[in-house]
């Protein structure tokens, strides 16, 4: 089974940078294609970004494209979730999810999932 860790969470204003890594273990991570979702309390988890075992296939969620940015590299078992001109609805906990099929903007393709990390972004 792989194990995934998210960090790089943090608040930061309106129009700041965050980068959010993920570590992956267990398994190597060139098995997988890997998505990055967000969720807010009370609402469905959204999709982000999603990138293919060797790094291409890359697909954004329309609220977050062109200011985001996901990478990989697998020698390392590390994906990337660059993050720039953040706004005040960028704020939720951000998840990293693993999936065998491909990638995907649907949460229900992804088998492993780490716990996230909270992204705060303040007006």
């Known amino acids: 089974q792989v194990q995934l860790v998210e960090s790089g969470g943090s608040v930061v204003q309106a129009g700041g940078s965050l980068t959010l890594s993920c570590v992956v273990s267990g398994r190597a991570l060139s098995n997988y294609a890997m998505g990055w979702f967000r969720q807010v309390a009370g609402k469905e988890r959204e999709f982000v970004a999603t990138i293919n075992s060797s790094g291409g296939g890359i697909y954004y969620g329309d609220s977050v494209k062109g200011r985001f940015s996901i990478s990989r590299d697998n020698a390392k078992n590390t994906v990337i979730l660059r993050m720039n001109n953040l706004k005040p609805e960028d704020t939720a906990v951000y998840y990293c999810?693993?999936?065998?099929?491909?990638?995907?903007?649907?949460?229900?393709?992804?088998?492993?999932w780490g716990r996230g990390t909270q992204v705060t972004v303040s007006s």
């Open positions: 999810a693993a999936s065998r099929i491909g990638t995907s903007r649907y949460s229900d393709h992804y088998g492993d």
